[in-house]
């Protein structure tokens, strides 16, 4: 028995080794950590157990039956982030490339499973040279298993995929299936199809960062929610992520005591937000002051920068934050943020986080561009995340709100549980000097002096129809609130709708836009 269990030792020890150091010097000198450094730093220490650790493939051909290393070049287990337990799969680039073959599949398959079994969230590593050429067919159908586990774990346990090398071909769609997506600059990168089959087939010369690097999914693709400089700050991010996130969609997300007393007052937004809906500032300075320690985790930071998507606490509560912003192109909503905004929304109510929305927008952005591209039914994206959304709904409109974009960011004729408004909040059909221009026209026309007459008609109609008590006094608006108080009022509003119960009609699931 003692030869036994020495061997046993010895065997992990080759397994945990991996290829040897020469291996492991490669990886580090392309800049990036080996799976199990990463797993380090992803868990509370001492925490991870490792499953399948002895696996090895069973293929033949190519040279391969004189391959077999423990792993298969995927690390696979779980462990505790916080306290809490969490699955993990990391690629180990070291063997066969992290490429995926039979039994590398199946690791991922078990440990996935695993997770909604267990109802726990789910981290990817990733970094792989894609399917295992050498395996044909049987790694191709690997990643389609991985890509309808996926799915059925969509909306039921967190997926957060950690892209820390290249993700190219089919497997960069597992990512695309979760719920979030971290990229971390010069070492990561993901397409479907690489530079020299691009060059190869529309003569365009690009590299693979230019393709597919950080940046360019965090900033023109939208892929990536979150991009860092380092492994490091990438992986520590991921466990802040975790913490303000539930373990399942059973559970509702952990609040925790930050010390941020509830009705502490924000008389500092009297200043932030000027009184001239024409004039911008930037909302982040907004959302920092209301919420608990001016902490935010704001999701997909560089695209789509005329909305705020973001996650905070609020009296220790996570809550998602959906934000109008005015420093860039006025607030206004176009396709990229109205596709933002709805993904964010949906994760949000997957995952038991209520929503509050900031409103300040002037409408949706015109333009033959987004007409074309269809502003129609990616603006309904939007619509319908909201309408769909069961969780605590809470509004504000600071300024203006004005046409279909005050209805499509959570107004009270869609669903939202409470809404309040600033006594500076203009919501109507349109601006007055448009109002004024379409409704007045003709006497404006027939007028000895057109623009004296038509500053007169602005003046009534804002004082008509666009003062800060109409919405108020139609039911329209729960109550016009002093800035100072937006704190406490939306810590309130938490408290009360922290039990809120709503079901949707019963059906197979809904339809929603593409």
């Not at 479907?192 to 529309?202: E, F, L, M, N």
């Not at 705020?308 to 109008?324: E, H, K, S």
């Not at 046409?403 to 004729?413: K, P, T």
């Not at 549980?417 to 600033?422: E, K, M, P, V």
Request: charged share 20%.
């Amino acid at each position: 028995m003692r030869g036994s269990v020495g061997n046993l030792h010895a065997t992990r020890l080759d397994a945990e080794r991996g290829p040897g150091s020469r291996a492991t010097e490669q990886q580090h000198a392309r800049g990036r950590l080996t799976a199990r450094e990463r797993l380090d730093l992803l868990f509370d220490e001492g925490s991870f157990t490792e499953i399948e650790q002895l696996r090895r493939h069973r293929a033949t051909g190519f040279g391969l039956e004189n391959r077999r290393p423990y792993t298969d070049g995927v690390v696979t287990g779980w462990g505790t982030v916080h306290g809490r337990t969490v699955f993990a799969y990391a690629h180990d680039f070291r063997i066969f490339g992290g490429s995926l073959g039979e039994a590398h599949a199946a690791k991922i398959h078990k440990v996935m499973d695993m997770a909604v079994k267990a109802g726990a969230p789910l981290v990817s590593l990733n970094d792989g040279a894609g399917a295992r050429i050498q395996e044909g067919v049987s790694a191709l159908a690997g990643y389609g298993g991985i890509f309808r586990r996926n799915t059925r774990a969509s909306g039921v346990i967190p997926q957060i995929s950690v892209m820390l090398g290249p993700c190219a071909g089919g497997a960069a769609y597992s990512p695309a299936l979760t719920d979030f997506v971290f990229m971390v600059r010069e070492t990561s990168q993901m397409f479907i199809t690489g530079p020299d089959v691009v060059q190869a087939v529309t003569g365009e010369e690009i590299t693979q960062n230019g393709l597919g690097g950080a940046d360019v999914h965090g900033t023109v693709s939208g892929v990536a929610g979150f991009v860092y400089d380092d492994e490091e700050e990438c992986l520590e991010e991921v466990r802040h992520l975790l913490s303000l996130l539930p373990s399942n969609n059973r559970e509702l997300p952990p609040v925790l005591d930050t010390g941020d007393p509830a009705g502490r007052r924000t008389d500092a937004l009297v200043g932030l937000v000027p009184a001239e809906g024409s004039r911008p500032y930037d909302m982040r300075a907004v959302i920092q002051e209301i919420v608990d320690d001016g902490e935010l985790l704001e999701v997909h930071a560089g695209w789509a920068g005329n909305i705020i998507c973001a996650l905070a606490r609020m009296d220790g509560q996570p809550v998602g934050i959906v934000a109008n912003q005015p420093a860039v192109l006025a607030g206004v909503l176009d396709i990229h943020a109205s596709e933002k905004a709805a993904r964010h929304i949906s994760t949000c109510d997957a995952f038991n986080i209520p929503l509050i929305t900031l409103v300040d927008v002037p409408g949706f952005l015109p333009g033959v561009d987004q007409e074309h591209n269809g502003i129609i039914r990616h603006g309904a994206k939007l619509l319908y995340a909201y309408c769909n959304a069961t969780v605590p709904r809470i509004s504000l409109v600071l300024r203006k709100a004005y046409g279909g974009a005050y209805i499509v960011m959570d107004s009270q004729s869609i669903g939202a549980d409470l809404t309040y408004a600033w006594p500076t909040n203009e919501i109507a059909v349109m601006g007055a000097e448009g109002a004024a221009n379409v409704i007045f026209r003709r006497e404006i026309a027939a007028s000895d002096d057109p623009e004296a007459t038509r500053a007169r008609l602005v003046k009534e109609y804002r004082t008509d129809l666009m003062h800060p008590y109409y919405a108020a006094e139609r039911g329209l608006v729960d109550d016009v609130i002093d800035p100072s108080h937006t704190r406490s009022a939306l810590v309130e509003a938490l408290r009360v709708l922290r039990a809120k119960d709503a079901d949707l009609p019963s059906r197979k699931h809904g339809n929603p836009p593409t």
